[in-house]
């Protein structure tokens, strides 16, 4: 026999392995799509009214300007037609090249085949063209209201990138490429990805962002020690230990959003606010809030406040033996700490002495780039999936965060995932971004509704615990946080919200980068700056015109105003007291339950 037969039989052995892969695979992929049971329309694309909104309009520009309409129609096709003369011009002459290429640099085309091969090169160009033709109609369409036209533009958004030729495997080099490599092993790999991500969530397409082998909670990541202090139905209590041999008198107190894990705060040491804040000599809170079921689909924001916001305050004060604490709200969690905060103002409770709010919004009159989620609609089909699950589903938030930027999120992911065959990263940071938890049915509902919606917070005032709540009776000294650069909680909306408050003391902070990185930004990293001005009378942009950029993280500018306000130095503070026994060790055991579809 000879090397080429022994070649030529390998390769069939190769061949005939995967084909039996493929079958088996096939076999896993019939069974886990036969038992999805497929999520409400109302969640998966917009009422038809907007389409035929946009429909009218186009119509509409199309009758009364027609040659406006054909105008554009005729640039497109002149530019096609030009595009595929050049192209054919070049193969004619014998050259394998790709014509002259002036569409924008965009990172998805990275792969040095979108620019030689002629082929590759065609087909993206041509993309380009047609991106820039519905860019071009969406942008020009009249009688539109502004919220239409956010929807119009975000939904054509989703259809422009969804097209992208990168998302093919016919027509993406890289992916191409590497099945040759590996003799068709990576679309093998990249086929058992993929249905294991959907094993993983009962058939519904979640791309799975980070290796969830690599981490383990209490292991490698949610690590300050400390120890669980307090527990009820909404949260557990931890108090991590103490690393100096004094601490400032007034505690700190921190509350986490309930959409995802408390351990965005403790990832890793070099990055754990936790670990630094304690190493700074304070005695910190974490409320490390429970994964609701179904069993919580009455409770309602009215409970958060009183079972989460006001009991954690209480136990905190009793085991520090303080009067007072400082405390901190993170995105949802800040918009319910100034719930809380203008409720003890109408009971005429002092417990809070100062509260920070990290990347927090109030005022939701501008909702960004949520507004096309934030319309009847979808709300409409959020209320129906209540009614059926008794709470709103993690998957579902996580996947609309997601297709808010989705060529990061979905397409990038998913292209290497199962194009490429390639295992996600060990990636601290995605892999919480995976571990979500869900929303109480009633809390989710009064949230989407009276505050998102209504602004009731900051327009009439909103009814919760028996009292109307209004953002003027937020009074306390306060200091936001916010990010240059989230897409979440932009950070001139949150500045609206922060002047709207009737505090006398404030502070506002602009850290550069997004609503997780410029939060999670220690000073050994060097990375991220901040803005700071003291001058908050006038508009967001006023503000930010007068700013001054600082070199590095804002913690210890942070660390400075908070420090003020905390008291005299004392003995440091080990966990629990007479009458709050260790219940066990952080992380604790809330922390550890799990989302599934």
Known sequence: MTTKDTTSDSNLDQLNQNL?????????????????????????????????????????????????????????????????????????QGKFAAPQ????????????????????????????????????????????????????????????????????????????????ETDGQSLIDGLENLIDDLEANNGELLVKLADED????????????????????????????PSTETVHDVPLLIFPPWINKYYILDLKEENSMIRWAVNQGYTVFMVSWINPDRSYADVGMADYIEEGFLTAIEQVKEISNQKQVNAVGYCIAGTTLHLTLALMKKRGDKSVKSATFFTTLTDFVDQGEFTPFLQNDFIDGID?????????????????????RSNDLVYGPAIK?????????????????????????????????????????????????????????????????????????????????????????????????????????????????????????????DWMAGATFHEGSWWPQWDTWLSSRSGKQVPARVPGDSTHE????????????????
Not at 386 to 401: A, C, N, P, V, W
Not at 585 to 597: F, K, N, W
Request: glycine share 6%; with cysteine; aromatic share 10%.
């Open 101 to 180: 290429d002036d569409t924008p640099t965009d990172r998805r085309f990275s792969h040095p085949m979108w620019q030689t091969n002629p082929y590759f090169n065609f087909i993206k160009q041509q993309y380009m063209l047609n991106k820039q033709a519905v860019e071009s109609a969406v942008n020009e369409l009249e009688g539109l209201s502004v919220k239409e036209r956010q929807r119009v533009e975000y939904f054509s958004k989703q259809i422009i990138d969804m097209m992208a030729p990168t998302n093919f495997l016919g027509t993406n080099p890289a992916a191409l490429e590497r099945a040759m």
């Open 582 to 597: 260790v219940l066990g060790d952080a992380p604790g055991a809330y922390v550890l339950t799990r989302s599934t579809c």
């Open 214 to 241: 690599a981490f383990e909670i209490g292991r490698n990541i949610a690590t300050a020690p400390g120890k669980v202090v307090y527990r009820n139905r909404m949260f557990e209590l931890l108090q991590f230990s």
């Open 384 to 404: 129906r999936e209540i009614e059926d699950e008794g709470i709103l589903r993690s998957f579902i938030m996580q996947r609309t965060f997601s297709f808010l």
């Open 417 to 541: 995932s199962y194009m490429m065959g390639e295992a996600p990263p060990a990636f601290d940071l995605l892999y919480w971004n995976g571990d979500g938890s869900g929303l109480p049915g009633k809390m989710a509902h009064e949230y989407l509704r009276r505050l998102c919606q209504d602004n009731a917070f900051v327009n009439e005032g909103v009814e919760f615990c028996g009292e109307r709540l209004h953002i003027s009776d937020v009074t306390v000294p306060i200091c936001s946080v916010t990010c240059e650069t989230d897409h979440i909680a932009r950070w001139k909306d949150c500045y609206v919200g922060f002047q709207e408050t009737k505090s006398r003391s404030k502070a506002f902070i602009v850290s550069q980068s997004g609503h997780i990185a410029g939060i999670v930004n220690p000073p050994s990293k060097k990375k991220y700056g901040h803005y700071l001005n003291e001058d908050l009378k006038g508009s967001a942009d």
């Open 20 to 92: 039996a892969k493929v079958e088996a695979l096939s076999n896993r992929l019939t069974e886990v799509m036969g038992h999805r049971k497929p999520l409400r329309s109302e969640l998966n694309a917009p009422e038809a009214g907007l389409l035929a909104n946009a429909a009218a309009a186009y119509w509409s520009a199309m009758t009364d300007n027609p040659g406006k309409v054909l105008e554009s129609q005729l640039e497109l096709w002149s530019k096609s037609v030009k595009h595929f003369v050049e192209a054919q011009h070049l193969l004619m």
